[in-house]
């Protein structure tokens, strides 16, 4: 599970990554919102993985990590806060600079 | 008042009521100089008070902690040398005032000068006054600051402006010499505080450090105090108002330089290093500057590079260091700084009355203003070391001290010649001055017809010549008992046996000074050869040279910047990606080796079958990026195997969270590719997709490997609490939920405030933004514009109160299961946006809250306000309460306090989400509408 885990957010890492040095605003939108999945996964494994074991309390169970589960909540709905603010950014520079490139120098 | 209390009240008072002036300059021109005038004389009030004990020898500290930690302190200290320097700084600083309210135009309202003014006088209290070398470094570089400010007063002016950046690149500059030699000398001696290094001058003289500290220190010093060949910059501030140079290059910002090397004197001096360092400085600044004033022509300019050259008198006797020639250097601190400062100002008379200060044409002014003319003889007098003026005496006292000077006893004429020809050289100039200005003939083609100055703008003068009078006639009844504290603290031991008096018999100096006055008359009286020799010499201007270094060193700035900054983000984002890299790879390799081994959750097919739906979707979306609608759903793909992953790991909250959030994240990406350009982007460059690929590989490796290292290490987790506490404290079984409104509650508040700025900056951005839609798609289809499907909205309308049944049950239970704000205000607003899908924007528009900020206020109020609930009752902020409230059908219900929290997070997220949805959807009727009217 784990090494799945890992391949999983090093792919993720990576697509996002090369998605998001890409010269238009759509893929660098896709390559964020690949990123960040990542790194909330990524942030969620740091307290470890568990099966069966949601931090939920009852008697006699033992629980996964709450505190990583709590900030990742917030991350994920702070990131679409952040991906929705720069989609609107984006078309904001499309209707100002006429074009969906990323930078005023234009690098292929 | 203590006198602690009072030492440290000097400083404090100025730096208190430095604005005063600017705030009462609405008031009137005569209260915001009395507002000045009331601060410098209360300081000069609180100096005199402690004066009484300093003359009689004692000297005062007082003591503040600030950062001991560091070895800083507000440590204060009055002596004999700080009380003079106080004394100068306060009294000048007060004639100043007077004279810069009649000499200022009456148009300007004075609140910025005089508070520049008094924060510069500020800052030089602090120097003289600081017991603790950082301290005075802080006050150090302040004096530099606001002298830019006073200097760049007349900012409209190019000149000023040149004037004050030279000024402050050059004593800015010494200044962090400064801080370098002042950090080396703490370290040699362990302490910054005063009393400490200036008895430990024979540790510091034998430490191998000693050379770099005293040369650190010596170019602060030199810079400041214009020293050659740092000297430049003072003729060029001259562009200052003429009160402010009255101020700053008499008594106050080149006297900082030179008060630093006599406070300094006791820890550095006595070595042949110093020796040859500070006097062979002064002695080429004293005849150099001397030189050069002879041929200015500008009265400001001639009285500058006297200034320079009295500066390098200055620091020559403080580097003779014999005893009496430091008490010689103190004596000639005070007299030139009353001297000079008269000088300046009857200078700035004449310009005033005049309309130019051009020696050329300024003449015959005796006629004119008698009175002024007088007085600017008589402090000339002094500046030319002539009998009767103070100038004379401490310019005497230097002629006996260059005689038979123990270092130079193979050549004992050479030190005697020097001072001779700078006291002859001194003499020309003055007397240039003197007979250019008030007598020689008629002025020639003036601005104005000049006369005697208002008779208060006049005052400063008079009193400081008067002054220049009785210490020279009287030196033993009013400046001697100053003196003597003054040198006393300066040698930090007893004052070597010396008599004020302007009769010591007929001996060597005052024959030099007689043969001084002779050669300073020739000098004058040849001067219309040597000023034609001065004019073919090739002009030599620092200013243009200083200006070609600066500007180099603009332009390779800029090149730098220009090589970093290309305005690429792309090439920012690849830097950033690279950077981060190199710090991933070295904290990698340099951390800690604590793989131990994996745990062993083992993995099913489901699992494996997720993670190769989620390498397939996410390499797939990249593959493809080009076919945006496949990426968008192969996006989708890979979120929803996220959200998979967090419920098969025990996170049922965020599989919750994730599930609305990718619905709503879908529904955003497609309303963008609504709008942006269909057209290809050309395929990138070669080696740009090598490069690229690169980064992406190491990145995703990397980051992959540091997750097997962290699940392999050793873990212990720090949750213990929430878990402990979860149901006791918080009243709620789901920890998660707990955590995020209770334990964690401020963090989440800020979330949400976080999330409310999204929602304004969006609405801000979508503002009047109007887009052009394309008729066609990228394949040349009609976009279709037909109405909403009909039996699309009938299917979502009755959906609409079943899934806000189910997120108000999801909110409710959340405390306890899966659940709560933020997950019930995603599933409504999903619900919300569905309805915007699918019936259009009016049918949605008109159902809907208007105004989103209300709700936003609303959500945020709601969840500080039960924060700040608590405060009624004496608990922190954010505090909670729970009980257990009996419901009618649905049986017991916990209630806490962390709900209404929880319903001001489920505001916000609903409002944000369909603020930014809606407000996308929007878009494009006015793009609609855009093109009908096109």
């Known amino acids: ?108 | 008042m203590n006198s602690d209390t009072l030492l440290l009240a000097i400083p404090a008072t100025a730096f208190a009521a430095f604005l005063l002036p600017l705030l009462l300059q609405r008031v009137g021109r005569a209260v915001t100089a009395l507002a000045a005038a009331a601060v410098m004389g209360s300081c000069l009030t609180l100096v005199l008070q402690l004066a009484p004990a300093i003359f009689a020898g004692d000297s005062q500290l007082a003591r503040l902690g600030w950062l001991p930690a560091y070895g800083l302190d507000l440590s204060l200290r009055l002596d004999g040398l700080g009380l003079l320097f106080s004394l100068l700084i306060c009294g000048i600083g007060l004639l100043v005032v007077l004279y810069a309210f009649y000499y200022l135009p009456a148009s300007d309202p004075l609140g910025r000068f005089y508070s520049i003014l008094l924060l510069f006088m500020a800052a030089m209290l602090g120097v003289v006054l600081s017991e603790n070398l950082l301290l005075l470094l802080v006050f150090w570089e302040i004096t530099s600051l606001s002298s830019f400010l006073l200097v760049a007063y007349s900012h409209n002016k190019y000149e000023s402006r040149i004037g004050a950046r030279m000024a402050l690149a050059v004593t800015g500059g010494g200044g962090l010499a400064l801080l370098a030699g002042i950090l080396l000398l703490g370290h040699v001696t362990g302490s910054y505080e005063l009393s400490v290094i200036l008895s430990a001058g024979d540790q510091i003289r034998a430490h191998p450090l000693y050379a770099p500290i005293l040369i650190l220190i010596l170019l602060g010093v030199f810079t400041k105090s214009a020293q050659f060949p740092f000297h430049f910059w003072l003729p060029n501030a001259m562009s200052a108002p003429t009160p402010v140079s009255a101020y700053l290059h008499s008594a106050t910002m080149v006297k900082a330089g030179v008060f630093l090397l006599a406070r300094l004197f006791p820890a550095l001096g006595g070595t042949d290093l110093w020796f040859w360092l500070v006097s062979g400085t002064g002695a080429i600044t004293l005849v150099y500057s001397a030189a050069t004033a002879l041929f200015r022509h500008d009265i400001k300019g001639l009285l500058a590079y006297s200034t320079i050259s009295h500066l390098g008198l200055i620091t020559l006797l403080f580097g003779l260091d014999t005893r009496l020639s430091t008490v010689a250097g103190v004596f000639h601190i005070i007299n030139h700084a009353i001297f000079k400062a008269s000088l300046f100002m009857a200078a700035g008379v004449i310009d005033h009355e005049c309309g130019t200060r051009d020696m050329r044409r300024v003449n015959g002014m005796f006629k004119r203003m008698p009175i002024t003319a007088t007085l600017a003889i008589i402090a000339a007098a002094s500046m030319a070391g002539v009998p009767l003026m103070n100038g004379f005496l401490s310019k005497e006292m230097f002629f006996g001290e260059t005689v038979g000077h123990p270092q130079f006893e193979a050549i004992d004429w050479l030190l005697p010649l020097v001072a001779t020809i700078a006291g002859a050289l001194a003499v020309a100039y003055s007397l240039r001055f003197v007979h250019d200005v008030f007598f020689n003939g008629e002025p020639i083609d003036l601005p104005r017809e000049p006369h005697e100055p208002p008779r208060w703008m006049r005052a400063p003068i008079e009193l400081l010549v008067l002054l220049c009078l009785l210490v020279g006639i009287f030196p033993q009844l009013t400046v001697a008992p100053l003196l003597r504290v003054a040198a006393a603290a300066t040698l930090q031991s007893p004052l070597p046996a010396f008599e004020l008096a302007l009769w010591h018999g007929f001996n060597k100096p005052l024959m030099m000074s007689l043969l001084a006055l002779a050669g300073g008359v020739f000098v004058y009286a040849l001067r219309a050869p040597l000023f034609a020799w001065q004019g073919q010499l090739p002009t030599m201007h620092p200013r243009t040279a200083f200006e070609r270094v600066y500007r180099l060193l603009v332009s390779a700035a800029r090149r730098t910047v220009a090589v970093l900054d290309s305005g690429s983000l792309q090439r920012y984002n690849a830097l950033l990606f690279a950077f981060v890299l190199v710090l991933g790879i070295w904290a990698f390799f340099s951390g800690p080796k604590t793989i131990v081994r994996l745990p062993d959750q083992a993995a099913n097919e489901a699992a494996f079958l997720a993670v190769c739906a989620l390498v397939l979707g996410s390499v797939g979306a990249t593959l493809l990026y080009r076919q945006r609608l496949l990426a968008v759903m192969l996006v989708g793909v890979v979120g929803l195997v996220v959200a998979l992953i967090f419920v098969r790991l025990s996170a049922p909250d965020l599989a919750l969270t994730q599930f609305a959030v990718e619905t709503g994240t879908i529904v955003l990406m497609l309303l963008v590719l609504y709008y942006l350009p269909a057209r290809q982007a050309p395929r990138s460059s070669a080696s740009r997709l090598v490069r690229d690929l690169l980064l992406a590989i190491f990145a995703g490796g990397g980051l992959m490997l540091v997750t097997l290292q962290m699940l392999a290490a050793p873990f212990e987790t720090i949750s213990g609490f929430y878990l402990q506490q979860s149901v006791p404290g918080g009243g709620g079984t789901n920890v998660v939920n707990v955590i995020l409104v209770d334990f964690r509650g401020f963090d989440t508040l800020g979330e949400i405030t976080v999330l409310a700025m999204v929602a304004l900056a969006s609405h801000a951005l979508l503002d009047r933004l109007v887009l052009v839609v394309p008729r066609y798609d990228a394949d040349g289809r009609p976009w279709s514009r037909e109405a909403h499907p009909l039996f699309l909205s009938m299917l979502v309308r009755p959906l609409l109160p079943l899934t806000l049944t189910v997120s108000v049950y999801i909110f409710l239970r959340g405390h306890n299961l899966p659940g709560g704000g933020f997950v019930a205000g995603l599933i409504t607003s999903v619900a919300l946006v569905v309805q915007y899908l699918a019936n259009g924007n009016a049918f949605a528009q008109r159902r809907m809250p208007r105004n989103a900020a209300v709700l936003l206020s609303l959500g945020l109020l709601l969840a500080s306000g039960v924060g700040m609930a608590s405060w009624l009752f004496d608990r922190p902020f954010l505090t909670t309460a729970h009980g257990h409230v009996e419901l009618p059908l649905i049986g017991e219900v916990e209630l806490a306090s962390a709900m209404i929290f929880d319903l001001g997070v489920y505001l916000v997220v609903v409002t944000v989400v369909v603020t930014v949805l809606s407000g996308l959807g929007r878009l494009s009727e006015r793009a609609h509408g855009q093109k009908a009217v096109s």
């Open chain 1, 1 to 108: 599970m784990e090494v799945l885990l890992s391949i999983a957010i090093g792919v993720l890492t990576a697509c996002g990554v090369f998605l998001i040095l890409r010269s238009r605003t759509f893929p660098v939108l896709l390559g964020l919102t690949l990123l960040s999945y990542a790194v909330n996964l990524f942030l969620f494994a740091s307290g470890r993985l568990r099966v069966d074991a949601p931090p939920l309390i009852r008697a006699g169970a033992s629980y996964a990590d709450p505190l990583p589960q709590a900030l990742v909540l917030t991350a994920i709905v702070i990131g679409f806060g952040m991906t929705a603010y720069l989609a609107i950014l984006a078309l904001r520079a499309l209707s100002e600079s006429g074009a969906d490139h990323v930078d005023t120098e234009q690098e292929r």
